[in-house]
């Protein structure tokens, strides 16, 4: 049983892993001009469909600073808290 627990709690870190380095890499695309292949169309396309509704909650409420977009920075502190909130609550 204990060991059903560490699985998924550790599948949840992973999953955080993840979604964080896809917001790294939608904030980062917007500061790089990348090229118009198909392949990075693609990649935006996805990133636009799997970041951008989560980043939209906080951007609501932190508006930009000039060019610098602060709800990034809020979106992945309340997704390192909440992810490791659900950690424990699921090893308690």
Same mark, same amino acid.
């Given at each position: 049983m204990t060991l059903d627990r560490e699985l998924l709690?550790? #599948? %949840?870190?992973?999953?955080?892993?993840?979604?964080?380095? !896809?917001?790294?890499?939608y904030v980062l695309?917007? #500061? %790089?001009?990348?090229?118009?292949?198909?392949?990075?169309? !693609?990649?935006?396309?996805?990133?636009?469909?799997?970041?951008?509704?989560?980043?939209?909650l906080f951007r609501r409420f932190i508006p930009p600073i000039g060019p610098l977009d602060l709800s990034a920075m809020a979106a992945l502190f309340v997704l390192w808290i909440g992810s490791g909130m659900v950690q424990r609550l699921i090893l308690a």
């Amino acid at each position: 049983m204990t060991l059903d627990r560490e699985l998924l709690a550790t #599948f %949840v870190g992973s999953l955080t892993t993840v979604y964080t380095i !896809m917001i790294v890499i939608y904030v980062l695309q917007s #500061f %790089v001009p990348l090229g118009y292949s198909s392949v990075v169309m !693609m990649l935006r396309r996805f990133l636009d469909e799997t970041v951008a509704p989560f980043l939209m909650l906080f951007r609501r409420f932190i508006p930009p600073i000039g060019p610098l977009d602060l709800s990034a920075m809020a979106a992945l502190f309340v997704l390192w808290i909440g992810s490791g909130m659900v950690q424990r609550l699921i090893l308690a």
